[in-house]
């Protein structure tokens, strides 16, 4: 096909190399009756999508850019047409073994490596794309943080808002989700489980105790402690007691990981 430069997109979870039809020129895809013209940043991240089968919503979000770049006519059944043609033009290759020292620059001379953001594309130079890659190949933890910060900072400094209700953390964070697809790389939410510590637990569990010590002392107040009627404190109490005994399991969870 003309215009190809062998670019490609290594999927680190999956270890598969999709070979990418746009390059110099963009690739053309059927949506609906039409042809349309894709680019290979987004031919990227579709890629990503569509062949690492653990984004959830990929079609919801395959759907949305479609409709908002090309045809807003687009229907279930146009999209799907499109995901199996897309599936069915890809050369896609089995690796052994893969690193993020593995991940290909997509960004060019001319037009850098646009992120796409639905409608919109956040465009940064190929040597930004370079350095954010180099600085997730060393810490891949912080992967998305380090991203978040720079979107944020990029789109203040160019004065750049693609969707101003969002907010720009949102924006951030979604550019942030979006260059990690387009180079295949998988970032889970590791930090966020983090940040659940012994000590939030513990705190928890003291929320939880403080809520039933209200519950008892109003209810021997009012009498309710008294016959029958103090089942119906314990059942109002009970989601504090199954809260405790979660976070008990948790607690000793986190400690048998922190053994290993």
Known sequence: MKGINHKYIILQRRKLKIFLNAGSEPWEAPIGNKWYQIDVWLESLFA???????????IGDITSYLADRYNKGVTPV????????????????????????????????????????????????????????????????TAKKILEDFFSMHMIRFNQSYYPKWGDRMEAKYLADNFLAMHGIRVRDNQIQKKTTAGDLWITALVCCIMVTLIFTVANLCGLLNGWTKWIVFFIASPCYFI?????????????????
Not at 244 to 260: A, E, I, P, Q
Request: overall charge neutral; charged content about 30%.
């Open 78 to 141: 146009h999209v799907q047409h499109f995901i199996d043609y897309f599936k069915a033009s890809h050369k896609v290759e089995k690796l052994d073994d893969c690193s993020l020292k593995d991940v290909f620059l997509l960004g060019d001379d001319i037009e850098g490596c646009p992120v796409p953001i639905y409608k919109y594309d956040c465009a940064i130079t190929k040597e930004d794309e370079q350095m954010l890659l180099g600085k997730i190949q060393n810490n891949q933890a």
């Open 244 to 260: 405790m005994l979660n976070t008990s399991l948790k607690y000793s969870t986190t400690r048998k990981s922190k053994k290993k």
């Open 48 to 58: 990503s999508w569509i062949f690492d089968y653990g984004y959830v919503g990929y």
